[in-house]
């Protein structure tokens, strides 16, 4: 059960207590980073070919890979852009998995999706010191869902 702030004053009283002044409700922001967690966050046809074309927005150089298809490690330095794909071939056969890592082991890689239309799946990429330091994920199901992990 469940009270208002007003419900408990109002049960205080009735039990003879006498009343208190409550601190002020707790604003909660709620924050929802729908690109942190398993929640959908694109989706392209994975019948036809599929091009990820990344962008990296951060001060620091970041290594990328695919492990779905493997591919060779690559390296994309600040400010630079690289493509994984093409549109007229199905080179990226879904499932897709392509790894986002910092060289250092205290910095967080930030990942966003910003479109997947005509099937390709635009992505900008940053670093922080993180909270959670490490890699991030782009997944794109055999059904053509796009996650970030």
Known sequence: MVLSRSGLAGLALLAGLPAVALPPPRLEIPIEIAQEVTQ???Q????????IEITNAGQLDLEFALTQP????????A???????????????????????????????????LSTD?????????????ILPGGR????????SVYVF
């Open 40 to 42: 959908k966050v694109g």
């Open 44 to 51: 392209v046809n994975p019948n036809r070919p599929i091009r």
């Open 70 to 77: 493997v591919s060779a490690q690559r390296r994309l330095p």
């Open 79 to 113: 400010g630079g852009e690289i493509a994984f794909g093409s549109t007229s071939t199905s080179f990226l056969p879904p499932p897709v998995y392509l790894m986002a890592y910092p060289e250092e082991s205290e910095i967080a890689v930030n990942m966003y999706v």
């Open 118 to 130: 005509r099937n390709v799946v635009e992505v900008v990429v940053g670093q922080q010191a993180g």
């Open 137 to 144: 994920t782009l997944t794109i199901d055999s059904d053509g």
